[in-house]
């Protein structure tokens, strides 16, 4: 029924159709109140299992390390979380990991030379039985991507250009049929974090 006053100027009685009431749904949210900058407006999260290798010398996507959100409004950010969990095969030489955005590197280090840019990585050093070493990565990283429409993140990766390395995911670089050999899983998160009106 509509909304009926009964005498008084605060004696109202009545329903208001939600159809009428804006911002109802998260689908018809247009803009947030003030004060509510830095909320967490939602989640999304890709999990890896499997396993991946590579002896790519340039940039190349890891299958599996990608996530996609849609941005509620332009002004909002993402917060992106990476644990990534790798090995290398060969002693002394390095593998370097970079978070994209689109086609876009993001959280990556000053260009300085013939340098790598990278969001993450490592080398690694000689030592006995180090191929059989599994390290954590994690990257975490504030962006502001300045959309509203589907938005891909995803995770590349790369290895020193001599001796034929290769970098791992979820296993050791060397991989022998041994009962202490472990698989991990990676993953990679991104939430939606209202901009600050």
């Known amino acids: 029924m509509a909304i009926t006053r009964l005498g008084g100027a605060n004696a109202i009685t009545g329903t208001l159709p939600a159809a009428n009431i804006n911002n ?3 689908g018809n949210v247009t803009a947030l109140p003030a004060g509510v900058g830095g909320k967490v407006l939602q ?3 890709t999990t890896k299992t499997d ?8 940039y190349t996507d890891i299958t599996g390390m990608s996530a996609s959100i849609t941005p509620a409004s332009t002004s909002n950010k993402i917060l992106v ?3 990534l969990n790798v090995g290398m095969n060969t002693d002394d030489r390095w593998h370097m990991y970079q978070l994209v955005r689109g086609s876009t590197a993001i959280a990556i280090g000053d260009a300085s030379g013939s340098r790598t840019q990278a969001s993450a990585g490592s080398v690694r050093m000689t030592a006995t039985g180090s191929a059989n070493f599994v390290d954590e990565k994690t990257i975490t990283f504030l962006d502001s991507p ?5 938005t891909t993140y ?21 991989f022998p049929d041994a009962n202490y050999i472990a698989l991990t899983a990676s993953t990679i998160t ?3 974090v209202a901009g600050w009106l």
């Open 43 to 45: 989640v999304v999260s």
């Open 24 to 26: 109802t749904s998260i």
């Open 190 to 192: 991104l939430m939606e």
């Open 146 to 150: 300045s959309a509203s429409s589907s």
């Open 81 to 83: 979380l990476v644990n």
């Open 51 to 58: 396993t991946f290798t590579s002896q790519s010398t340039s």
């Open 154 to 174: 995803k995770l590349q990766g790369k290895c020193q250009s001599d001796s034929s390395p290769e970098f791992a995911v979820n296993r050791p670089g060397q």
